[in-house]
């Protein structure tokens, strides 16, 4: 192998020219190598190094060059090329120069010192060959391997500074959101709506206190117990009620003058008129507010004739005249003359009221309580939906309904007992009297219902008192943490 430089013939194991110092390129060296071996010559050995036996064997100092050789020309393809440094930017006061610059010869390299000859081992003792592998051509040789620079040792972004906890801040009181107020409009809304809940309301306490204290078996015990004697002298009409009945019937012309006023009188105390009428009362009641029955209870002349026949041994006995059959013929066609039958008749009163009075006892049914309480309590959500579930207007509205409602049934208790005494105290009416002792239990459980409604009525009221003030109590704090913090 020669000297690109100089042509001095150099050793294979050379790094650099002995003469010129210019380094060798190793791919001069496995060039020359791959020549020799292709020609079969042996490479030049030192002189007192014995011949190999077989031409085509490589010394082992060859292999390991060989060896060094490959891996300092992959080390060598491995390693990025340096990028060319950029030409200093020269001032703008400065004036770019053109001339070339000076040459610069390389420094002349000191001669490596040689290495010390180690002998090798015997043939016999020495391993087998490496094989040869012949490198791919220029053209075919793979691309080297892009560069990738190793991630670094620390993470690019460093950790963010220990920061200092902050010293906590007291806790301000925490404000509470000033109440919403609710439009008018919705305020009428809720109104109108109280009101229709506060007459259902009613209905349902006044259906409720009839159903228990208006039954046909209390109305029979109230009228049992009742003196006749009180109702048979009572004010009716400017006469007594024996008088009336008296003169309407025309019982006088019935027995042919034979009985008179106070004979009547004393015939009607010494029947049992009491159960009669009882009877007669409690089948009204039991027809219109319980629905018992299907015959039309209504009174009629026949029943009151065959009642008076019925007892026809106490007539003899108060009038000294025993009455024939003749003279209860005629004291029938004078009653159905008056028109008794129909002022006594159910038909007739539904005709007046313009409503069928057997349907009544439909609303006195538990189903159709159940569906009126049931009824109430819906318009009591509305109205709390209405007003935005505002206490202080749910506790209004719901106070008033109740109250209201009371307020009624109270009343309404104290005119069936109080009232009705009253009255027949100032006008001596034996009606009053009579609806005074006979509507007592219902009185007292309209009072009592009345009551209980009124009380819940005062509680919603005072809830809605109590938030009243407790709203101005935040608003005066409000107030005065503002004038503070001012």
Not at 1 to 21: E, S
Not at 102 to 109: E, H, K, S
Request: net charge negative.
């Amino acid at each position: 192998m020669n000297c690109k430089n100089c042509g001095k013939t150099l050793d294979d194991k050379a790094r650099f020219c002995p003469d010129c110092g210019t380094e060798v390129d190793p791919m001069d060296v496995i060039e020359s190598l791959q020549a020799q071996l292709m020609e079969g010559e042996p490479t030049a050995m030192p002189e007192n190094e014995p011949e190999l036996t077989e031409p085509a064997d490589i010394p082992e100092e060859t292999a390991s060059l060989l060896s060094d050789l490959n891996n300092t020309l992959n080390s060598v393809a491995d390693e990025p090329d340096p990028l060319p440094e950029p030409d200093p930017v020269p001032a703008d006061d400065e004036e770019k120069s053109t001339e070339p610059a000076p040459y610069t010869a390389p420094p002349v390299q000191s001669k490596p010192e040689p290495m010390p000859y180690i002998a090798p081992p015997p043939v016999n003792e020495q391993p087998a060959p490496t094989p040869y592998i012949a490198p791919l051509p220029v053209n075919e040789q793979p691309a080297p391997t892009p560069y990738i620079a190793p991630p670094p040792a620390y993470p690019q972004q460093p950790y963010p500074p220990y920061d200092e906890p902050e010293p906590e801040q007291s806790a301000e009181p925490e404000q509470e959101e000033k109440p919403v107020k609710v439009g008018a409009l919705r305020l009428t809304g809720a109104f109108i709506v109280s009101v229709f809940a506060a007459v259902f309301l009613i209905a349902l306490s006044l259906l409720f206190c009839l159903k228990l204290g208006a039954s046909g078996d209390i109305l029979r015990r109230r009228i049992e117990g009742i003196s006749m004697s009180t109702i048979l002298d009572g004010s009716f009409d400017n006469n007594t009620v024996s008088d009336n009945i008296y003169n309407n019937i025309h019982f006088d012309e019935a027995t042919n003058n034979h009985v008179d006023r106070h004979a009547f009188r004393e015939f009607l105390g010494n029947i049992d008129l009491n159960d009669f009428i009882a009877d007669k009362v409690a089948d009204y009641a039991d027809y219109i507010i319980a629905g018992k029955g299907r015959k039309d209870p209504s009174v009629t002349v026949n029943e009151i004739v065959d009642f008076l026949q019925e007892n026809n041994d106490a007539s003899a006995e108060a009038f000294d005249y025993a009455m024939k059959t003749a003279d209860y013929n005629y004291l029938r066609s004078r009653m159905e003359d008056t028109g008794i039958e129909t002022v006594l008749s159910i038909n007739h009163w539904s005709d007046l009221l313009h409503f069928r009075l057997p349907m009544v006892h439909y609303l006195f049914s538990m189903i159709a309580l159940g569906i009126i309480l049931a009824l109430v309590i819906v318009l009591l959500i509305w109205i709390a939906v209405i007003v935005d579930r505002k206490g202080r207007h749910i506790m209004s509205f719901y106070g008033n309904i109740f109250c209201w409602s009371g307020g009624i049934m109270l009343l309404i208790g104290i005119c069936a007992s109080a009232g009705t005494a009253v009255a027949h105290v100032v006008t001596g009416n034996i009606i009053c009297f009579a609806a005074s002792s006979v509507l007592l239990p219902f009185a007292l459980f309209a009072v009592c219902t009345g009551a209980f409604e009124m009380v819940l009525g005062v509680i919603f009221r005072k809830i809605r008192k109590a938030i009243r003030n407790k709203d101005k109590r935040l608003k005066a704090v409000e107030k005065a943490l503002e004038a503070n913090s001012l």
